[in-house]
């Protein structure tokens, strides 16, 4: 499976951008699909994720209330709406995928997800 991620680019603060990820070569049904971020000189980290089934998600304290994570597995593709944006949110975000299929819990270890996007950029300027 191929990731593809969209949608980023340069907003001010307060705006809003949608970034989606779809998937090729394969589908990602049964797994946990999340998104993290890496910022410039900083480690990549943890945005959100959601299980197979979209009934269930998870935020990092920094998002939650601001971002919405959502996926069709139909289309094969995940989304982040991401509002309120700071410019603290300026990253590099990447799409990534489970390498547990069907996993109980969720799990923010960048080391836990094994196929990436190439990346997307979100530049906030305040």
């Known amino acids: 499976v191929q990731l593809q991620a969209s949608g980023g680019g340069a907003v001010q603060a307060g705006g809003s951008l949608r970034l989606s990820c779809a998937a090729s070569?394969?589908?990602?049904?049964?797994?946990?699909l999340a998104w993290f971020r890496q910022a410039p000189g900083k480690e990549r980290e943890f945005v959100a994720a959601?299980?197979?089934?979209?009934?269930?998600?998870y935020y990092s304290n920094s998002v939650k209330g601001r971002f919405t994570i959502s996926r069709d597995n139909a289309e094969n593709t995940v989304s982040l709406q991401m509002n309120s944006l700071k410019p603290d949110d300026t990253a590099v975000y990447y799409c990534?995928?489970?390498?547990?299929?069907?996993?109980?819990?969720?799990?923010?270890?960048?080391?836990?997800?094994?196929?990436w996007g190439q990346g997307t950029l979100v530049t906030v300027s305040s």
């Open positions: 959601i299980n197979w089934s979209a009934v269930s998600t």
């Open positions: 070569g394969g589908t990602f049904r049964g797994y946990v």
């Open positions: 990534a995928t489970d390498s547990r299929a069907y996993r109980p819990i969720f799990t923010t270890y960048r080391d836990d997800y094994n196929t």
